[in-house]
C-alpha cells in the first residue's frame, strides 16, 4: 500500500512538472479576459486544469483521477492569497471548481460540494465564476433530493446578482441573471410549481452568451407543459449547437458536474427521444434513445446509475408504444428494468428507507417491472410486493406514479426525466 502510494506520488509529481512545461511552452503566454481591461485568471492555471481533466479521463481509473486531483492540488499551491483581488481570486476558483468537476464524475458528491462552497466564499471573484459554482450546488442538491437546500442557493445567487456592480463584469452580468433565474426555474420544475417555473424562464432564449443548461431547463419546461413543437426546436438547437466541452478560460461561460456541456448534450438528447416518444414517434424515439444510451455509456462508463436512467426511460417507451399499438414487448420491458434496477443499486425490497438517491428513478424502474410481473400468475406476488416498494418511495409532487405509468391516456400529464439531476419532472 505504502510503495504504491509512493510510486503514484512520483508519477503526479512527473505529471505536474510535464503539465506546467506544456502550459508554459507550448503558446504564447497571454492573459484570459472577461470583457474589461483586466485580467481575468491565470492562463498557466487554465492550461494546467485542462491538462488534469484530460489526463484524469484518458483511462476513467482511480489511478488516473488521482493523479489528475493531485495535479489540481499543486496547481492550486501554487496561486496567489485569496486577499489578492479578483485575478487571484478568479484562478482559485478555476481550479476549485475543476477539482468539484472530477470529485462529481467519481461520485464524490459530498467533496465537490465543499469545493463548490468554497467557490462561494470567493467574494471578489468574477460573477461567472461564483454563478457556475451556485449552478452547480444547485444541481447536486436536487440530485441529492435535497430540494430546499437547492431553493434557498437559487434564491441566494439571483440576489448577490442583483446587488453586485454591473460594470464590475464586463457587461455580462444580464446573461448570468437569465442563468440564475433559469436554475430557480428548474428547482420549481422539481417541486411540481409550473406556474411559478414559467416566470423564471423569461429571456432564456436572448441570452447572448451559450449556455446549454439554461435552455435546456426551458425545454423541459415546454416539454412538460405539452408545447412540445418548442420543446423540441430547443433540444435540437442544443445538440446542434452545445460546445462539447468545458472552456475554463472564459468566466461567464463556466458550467460544471451535471450542468457541465458533455451532460447537458446528453441531456438534451435524452430529452428529445423521450419528447418523440410522448408525440408516439415511436421510430425516431427508439433511435434517439438508442443513441443517448451509447453516448452515456461511453462519457460514465458501462455499470453508471446514469445508465440505469436511460435503460428506464427505454422501457417506458416499449410500454407505451406496446399500450398504444396494442401489442406486447413484455421481455423486453423486463430486460431493461432488470438491468437498470441493477445499476440504479437498488436496496431489497425488504428496506424500510424512502429517501433514495434517484429514488424517483428507482421507483418508476420498479414500479414499470411490477406491471410486468403482475400480468403473469406465478410472479403476481412478487410484482405486488414491488408495486407497494415502488409506491412508498415514489416522492415527485406533480404526478403520482400512476400518471407516469398511464401516460398513453390522452389527458394525461406529461412526465420528463431530467437526466442531469436524474429526477422526474
Not at 137 to 159: F, I, N
Not at 225 to 252: C, H, R, W
Not at 362 to 387: D, F, H, I, P, S
Not at 404 to 414: A, R, Y
Request: net charge negative; with cysteine; charged share 25%.
Amino acid at each position: 500500500m505504502i510503495h504504491a502510494a509512493v510510486k503514484l506520488s512520483k508519477s503526479v509529481i512527473s505529471l505536474s512538472r510535464t503539465s506546467l512545461v506544456a502550459a508554459t511552452s507550448s503558446q504564447p503566454l497571454r492573459f484570459l479576459h472577461d470583457g474589461t481591461n483586466s485580467p481575468s485568471s491565470n492562463p498557466v492555471a487554465v492550461q494546467m486544469i485542462n491538462y488534469a481533466l484530460s489526463h484524469a479521463r484518458s483511462q476513467k481509473s482511480d489511478e488516473s483521477y488521482a493523479q489528475g486531483m493531485l495535479i489540481l492540488e499543486q496547481c492550486l499551491s501554487t496561486q496567489s492569497s485569496e486577499s489578492e483581488g479578483q485575478f487571484a481570486q478568479n484562478s482559485i476558483g478555476t481550479v476549485l471548481l475543476a477539482m468539484s468537476n472530477l470529485l462529481y464524475e467519481r461520485r464524490s458528491f459530498e467533496e465537490a460540494i465543499e469545493k463548490l462552497h468554497r467557490v462561494q466564499g470567493l467574494t471578489r471573484s468574477s460573477l461567472g465564476v461564483r454563478v457556475a459554482a451556485t449552478e452547480a450546488l444547485v444541481g447536486l442538491y436536487l440530485q441529492l433530493g435535497q430540494d430546499d437546500t437547492s431553493s434557498v442557493l437559487a434564491d441566494k445567487c439571483l440576489d448577490f446578482l442583483h446587488k453586485d456592480d454591473l460594470r464590475s463584469n464586463g457587461g455580462s452580468k444580464e446573461s448570468l441573471i437569465v442563468r440564475a433565474k433559469a436554475v430557480k426555474g428548474l428547482v420549481e420544475l422539481v417541486t411540481g410549481n409550473l406556474e411559478s417555473a414559467e416566470s423564471f424562464f423569461h429571456g432564456v432564449q436572448d441570452i447572448e452568451a451559450w449556455n446549454g443548461t439554461a435552455v435546456l431547463s426551458y425545454g423541459e419546461f415546454l416539454h412538460a407543459t405539452q408545447q412540445f413543437s418548442l420543446a423540441k426546436e430547443l433540444y435540437q438547437n442544443i445538440i446542434e449547437g452545445v460546445p462539447k466541452n468545458e472552456d475554463f478560460s472564459d468566466m461567464n461561460t463556466l458550467a460544471i458536474c451535471n450542468m457541465a456541456s458533455d451532460e447537458v448534450f446528453l441531456a438534451a438528447t435524452f430529452a428529445l427521444g423521450q419528447l418523440e416518444s410522448h408525440m408516439g414517434n415511436f421510430r425516431a424515439a427508439e433511435e434517439i434513445l438508442t443513441k443517448a444510451l451509447t453516448k452515456t455509456e461511453e462519457y460514465f462508463g458501462s455499470s453508471h446509475p446514469k445508465v440505469g436512467v436511460v435503460l428506464t426511460c427505454i422501457a417506458l417507451m416499449y410500454r407505451n408504444k406496446a399500450r398504444q399499438e396494442r401489442s406486447s414487448s413484455l421481455l423486453i420491458q423486463e430486460g431493461l428494468y432488470r438491468r437498470a434496477i441493477e445499476f440504479l443499486k437498488a436496496p431489497p425490497l425488504e428496506s424500510k428507507e424512502t429517501k433514495l438517491d434517484r429514488g424517483d428513478i428507482l421507483a418508476l424502474a420498479r414500479g414499470g417491472y411490477a406491471e410486468v410481473l403482475c400480468v403473469q400468475q406465478n410472479r403476481k406476488t412478487e410484482g405486488e410486493k414491488m408495486k407497494t416498494w415502488a409506491e412508498a418511495v415514489w416522492s415527485n409532487r406533480r404526478m403520482s406514479l400512476t400518471d407516469v405509468l398511464d401516460i398513453s391516456e390522452p389527458s394525461s400529464k406529461v412526465p420528463v426525466i431530467d437526466v442531469r439531476i436524474s429526477r422526474v419532472l
